[in-house]
């Protein structure tokens, strides 16, 4: 009987996605493309006489890991670390009600499959109104273009087949929920059309253009955010906002070229995975 | 302009297997269950005036390979390099066909889509009779279960959540075209029984059992694999067959517990991946 289990979840930007709504929340979800980044959420589960979740070492809430521990019927202490912030559109929730469920699975022997798993985490995350598409990509990782929405047992993803580095530079939050709930038939018109245009060119030059046009058509583009963009544009960099904080990301080195003091990371090739579980 | 792209494919050990023929041999294949292994095909692809496919520095005919370069018309020089056995159950002719689809399309900017690669590899390899599930389940990574047969557009593909140390001793080789060209009617029936025990019971633990099984009921496993797992269960170690080798694996340190100098590996989370393609 092992005391913890860990799991890593890659970090995930979105350049563009549509919201597709369902009774059933493992059905619902979105379609879009975004990047898996090595940046991600290690996440941690303990036994435990009560269930507690931290991130970096703070008591937190985050509805989606309280339930997907509800689902899995477990008290046990969840340690999340990670280097991305909250709120800035990297998945974070969502990586963590994933890396939550592996994790409580792996030490709480539950028996699950991983497709179980990442269905229990997306549905939490879709009821907790804080991501549509973010868990499947995660669990898949690379350049995932999500076709069809919801679940691994209902939804069809491709990917683009790219590695490379990626720089971030976060300039505040957006609250995902907020903008969920208001009129998405624009976004998702213009999510549709962005997803079009990277299947029929699956690059990642096409990516940043398709993302560049849903943000503008989609009306998300922050001053700030479009200022950003022009300068790593003026560096001959290629990049986007990520979707939904207010965050630029670059494909290649386009943000520290701008001359911003930008974070690193790359483009993480695997899925979310179970750290150990052999023993 | 590039003048070479390199991709990884993890090596893949199937333990049990279902054969699933079609007319269209991007829907033929087969369901089953393996584990992905961090030991696997490096394939550099490279321009050239003429076609060549060499494997450790050796010059070498791969049918599923050719079928890949006719696809995606292809005069390249394909570098294959492995720590890998050829011909003893570990997927190196899928790998390195996959591998072969994943650098060329880097290379001469072919614009198809990870699914689509990994469709044309599947079907050549199919067509050439050297396997029929490596290559999907080479392109997911970790410890995948095919619930159902053929390419990534026909296909469903679930994974037990498991990671750590695996370890093989190659006795021999066997011909996967004459197993699979003999009658396959029985290994299907066997095939089918270890596959639902294990979506019942997603462990790795579950999956040696299951494969141990699927050796015997299919008549695949001969006296000197069945010797070297006596050993293994006497050192209290959990091992099967791979398929299909005269090969056995174990999940853990099984192998050298029972004195053999066994090769030392991990499941390998990632699925195939081009290794940069940033530039």
Redesign the interface.
């Known amino acids: 009987m092992t005391d913890e289990a860990t799991a890593f979840v890659p970090g995930h930007v979105t350049g563009f996605f549509t919201t597709d709504p369902a009774d059933d929340p493992t059905k619902a979800g979105s379609r879009g493309g975004g990047l898996a980044l090595a940046d991600g959420v290690t996440v941690t589960v303990e036994r435990s006489d009560e269930r507690s979740v931290t991130l970096d070492g703070v008591d937190i809430e985050i509805e989606a890991v309280e339930r997907v521990l509800d689902a899995l019927r477990a008290t046990v202490a969840v340690r999340a670390e990670t280097p991305l912030p909250l709120g800035s559109g990297f998945g974070v929730s969502g990586a963590t009600a994933l890396g939550a469920a ?1 994790g409580t ?2 030490l709480l ?1 539950r ?7 990442v269905t229990i985490a997306h549905g939490a995350e879709v009821q907790a109104g804080t991501g549509l598409g973010d868990v499947v990509a995660q669990a898949r ?2 350049v995932p ?1 999500r076709l069809e929405p919801g679940g ?1 047992q209902d939804n069809y993803i ?8 990626v720089e971030y530079h976060v300039i505040g939050e957006l609250s995902t929920e907020a903008i969920l709930d208001g009129d998405t038939a624009a976004l998702t018109r213009a999510g549709e059309k962005g997803l079009s245009r990277v ?1 029929k ?4 030059e096409s990516f940043l253009r398709a993302s560049r046009q849903f943000a503008r058509e989609a009306g998300l583009l922050t001053d700030d955010v479009r200022s950003v963009l022009e300068d790593v544009a003026a560096a001959d960099g290629d990049g986007a906002m990520a979707m939904l904080g207010e965050t630029v990301f670059t ?2 080195s386009g943000l520290t070229d701008a001359g911003y003091d930008a974070t690193i990371t790359e483009i993480h ?3 979310a ?7």
């Open positions: 592996l699975n792996a022997e028996g699950l499959s991983e497709n179980e798993l990782g690379g273009l691994p491709d990917a683009i087949p790219a590695r490379g580095r299947v060119e699956p690059t990642t494909v290649g090739p695997g899925g995975t179970v750290l150990d579980s052999s023993d």
